[in-house]
C-alpha cells in the first residue's frame, strides 16, 4: 500500500506545483480533442497495469481497490485543482498550508489502509 499511497501523494504534488498539470488536466475536461485523447490513452494504459498488479497481490484478490484509489485520485484532482485555479479552502481545508496538507496525507493513508482490511467484492 505504500506504492499507491505514493503515487497519491505524487499526484496532489503534481496537481499543486507542476503549472502546466492543471491546465492538461481542464483541456481534457473541457474539449474533445486527438492530442489530449492519446495522453489519456497512454495514462489509462498505465493504469490499468498498476491495477493489474495491484490486483495481482493475493492480499488484494477479493478487495476493490481500484474503484477506492479511483475515488482518492478524483478527489486529490479536485481538491488541486480547486487550490491551484481558486486559491480559497475547500470545506475548511487549505492544502496550501502544510498543516492542512499533512492532514490530508493522513487521510489518504488512513483510507487505503482501511480499503485494503476490508473485503470488498467486485462486481465484475
Known sequence: MEDVFAILNDQLDTVLYNNQF???????????????????????????????????????????????????LAGIYFLGLFAKIKGECFLGLDISTAEERSRIERSLRITLEELSKRKIKKNR
Open 22 to 72: 492543471p491546465k492538461a488536466l481542464l483541456w481534457k475536461l473541457s474539449e474533445k480533442d486527438n492530442d489530449i485523447s492519446k495522453i489519456s490513452a497512454s495514462r489509462e494504459l498505465i493504469s490499468t497495469k498498476l491495477f493489474q498488479l495491484i490486483e495481482s497481490n493475493a492480499k488484494f484478490r477479493n478487495v476493490d481497490l481500484p474503484a477506492g484509489i479511483v475515488l482518492q
